[in-house]
C-alpha cells in the first residue's frame, strides 16, 4: 500500500484530530448521552461472543468500548484506537479506573493500522467512517486485520431531524462559501460516498469486499434539559466545528449572535419536560468471506 499522503489530507486529518481533542474532557458526557445509547446498541446487534476479540476503531471516550469490554469478558479483549491523543489519554484514565483488563487504548490512525492481517475477530466503528479522508483506505486496513468469517459494524448517521433543519440552515447563513478549489486532490477526487441512506452505506461495504450485508435504520428521541445545556453539548462533540468556524469568521460578538439566533429557532423543540431532539441511525452489519 501506497503511504505517502497528500499535505491536504494530512491537514484534515490535524484538524479532525484536532476539533475532538478539544472536546475530550466532555465527550459524550454533557446533556443526553445519545453516543453511549446507540454504542452499546451497536455493540449488541454486532452479537460479539464471549471470548472474542475486538477492534474498536475511532473510540473516543469508549461509547462502544466499555460495552463491548463487558461482553467479551475476562477471555476476550477489546482494542480501540483514536486519532485524537487526548481522547486516547481520557479512555485510557477510564480503563484504568475501572480496572479493565480485557481493554486498551492507543493512538492510531485507521488508515494505518498497526497490526498484523487476520487479528481481530470483530471490528466496530461508530459515527466516524464519514470523516475518513480516503474511506477506500481505512475500509481496506479494516479488511486486513479482521479474520476470515469475521463481522464488521459500523454507524452513520441516519435522515436529520426535519425539525432541527435550521440549524443547518442558520450555520449556513452564518459561514461564508468554501473558496473555489484549485487543483484537485486526493479528497476531491475519492468516490462520493453516501452515509445517510441504507443503500449507500449498503454500497460502501460492498465496494470494500464485505459480504452477507445488513443495514438496519433506528430512531430515537433524546431530550436536553434547557437551551444552555444543548449548547454545552454541542461543544462536546464534533459539531464544535460549526461554532469555531464561526467564532474564527466573526469573532465572540457573531457566536454570540449566533446563539441567540438558535436559541429563537429552538423554540420549535420545546416540550414542558425540554428540548426533543430525534436521531435517525443506519448500523451496517456484514462479514468478511471465509476465503
Known sequence: ???TENPEITERKQGVAGIFGRAASTYDRVGPRFLSHFGRRLVELAEIPNGA?????????????FPAAEVVGSSGRVLGIDLSREMVERSREEIEALGLQNAEVREMDAEDLEFPNESFDYILCSFAIFF???LDRALAEMYRVLKPNGRIAVTTWGLRDENWKWYDDLVQSYLAPEPEAGQATDAQTAPKHVFDKPEGL?????SAGFTDIRVLSESQMFTYDSEEQW???LWSHGLRADLEAIEKQMGADGLNSFKADAFRNMEMNKHPEGIHQTFGVLFGLAFKPQG
Open 1 to 3: 500500500m501506497d503511504n
Open 53 to 65: 476479540s475486538v477492534l474498536d476503531i475511532a473510540t473516543g471516550r469508549g461509547a462502544v468500548l
Open 132 to 134: 475518513f479522508p480516503r
Open 202 to 206: 449498503a454500497a460502501i461495504l460492498v
Open 231 to 233: 449548547w454545552s453539548t
